[in-house]
Nanobody, 120 residues
């Protein structure tokens, strides 16, 4: 069975970098046709797509985000990482990682999410 778990600091100061890790078990992040995506939900707001990394390592990002975004991976550890630099309080949200089946753009597995607060 596939499981995803987000981890990282719950509090980040403005202008610093938000770094989160998605640990994947039960599936390989290099398996064909699957992407690994990050989504967030600010308090009281809807879901917002951040970006994703493909099974081959290609990355794509939501250019509407004001904080520079990067997604990377460590295939030996089967983890996906998210970095948001120069964060502001508007980046406060529950952050989720999820798996995408690319043939249908369908997110079949989600992590439980982790709250990150941007505050000084």
């Amino acid at each position: 069975q596939v499981q995803l778990q987000e981890s990282g600091p719950g509090l980040v100061k403005p202008s610093q970098t938000l770094s989160l890790t998605c640990t994947v078990s039960g599936a390989s992040i290099t398996t064909n046709k699957y992407y690994w995506t990050w989504i967030r939900q600010p308090p009281g707001k809807g879901l917002e797509w951040i970006g994703y990394i493909t099974y081959s390592g290609s990355t794509y990002y939501n250019t509407s985000l004001k904080s520079p975004t990067s997604i990377s991976r460590d295939t030996s550890k089967n983890i996906v990482t998210l970095h948001l630099s120069s964060v502001t309080p508007e980046d406060t949200a529950v952050y989720y990682c999820a798996r995408v089946y690319s043939d249908y753009a369908f997110m079949d597995y989600w992590g439980k999410g982790t709250l990150v607060t941007i505050s000084s």
